[in-house]
């Protein structure tokens, strides 16, 4: 079964309002890494997060992966339009090895 | 350096026809994988290779065969394809001790 869960599963904003995003796994994580998907392409790489606690940005993206490794969340401040988006966090559970599990990821339309 | 390439971008099968997805990387990666994207379900796990020589199954292996051909290689295969194997398919491949994946564009699949 899934490993890692992920709400909300859309959301839809306007331009300028924030938006978070949130990743739960039943079992601790050795790492989680973030991806974004724009529409008709393919997931890019946006960061990995691997100590408990971790809080990490880039630009308007704040990052931040849980005291217990188990929970991580992407908060984006004043999105814009070029935000839309899916947003898919992966995480790779501590006994195996390699594989990363994809949450559903949460679709972000940002009205103008 | 092109990344991760496949082909063919497009497909249209009928039941039972069979056919092969191709990947390739360019980015000297030891793992592999094989993804399909479905409407509301995120990314699933087809099959992995970790590295050359080794495959196997991920979330939703049914239908499906792979082959690691070399390392730079890792097709996908429908032996007799069913409507309900119509999805965006994803390959990527990742660095062993990295473990970003990078995604090539997809072969988008329609099977009537």
Not at chain 1, 57 to 69: D, M, V
Not at chain 1, 80 to 85: E, H, P, R, S, W
Not at chain 2, 105 to 112: M, Y
């Amino acid at each position: 079964g899934q490993q890692v869960m992920q709400i909300p599963q859309y959301q839809h904003v306007q331009e300028g309002e924030d938006f978070t995003t949130y990743c739960n796994s039943s079992t601790t994580l050795s790492n989680i890494q973030w991806y974004k998907q724009r529409p008709g392409g393919h997931p890019v790489f946006l960061i990995q997060l691997v100590k408990s606690g971790e809080v990490k940005k880039q630009k308007r993206l704040t990052f931040q992966f849980g005291e217990a490794k188990k929970n991580s969340s992407l908060h984006i401040t004043a999105t814009q339009t070029t935000d839309v988006g899916t947003y898919f966090c992966a995480g790779r559970p501590g006994s195996t090895l390699g594989r990363l599990y994809f949450g559903r990821g949460t679709q972000l339309t940002v009205w103008p | 350096n092109a990344g991760v390439t496949q082909t063919p971008k497009f497909q249209v099968l009928k039941t039972g026809q069979s056919m092969t997805l191709q990947c390739a990387q360019d980015m000297n990666h030891n793992s592999m994988y094989w993804y399909r994207q479905d409407p509301g379900m995120g990314l699933r796990l087809i099959y992995y290779s970790a590295s050359e020589g080794t495959t196997d199954k991920g979330e939703v292996p049914n239908g499906y065969n792979v082959s690691r051909l070399n390392k730079r290689e890792f097709s996908l295969r429908l032996e007799s394809a069913a409507p309900s194997q119509t999805s965006v398919y994803f390959c990527a491949s990742s660095d062993s001790r990295q473990e970003t994946q990078y995604f090539g564009p997809g072969t988008r699949l329609l099977v009537l």
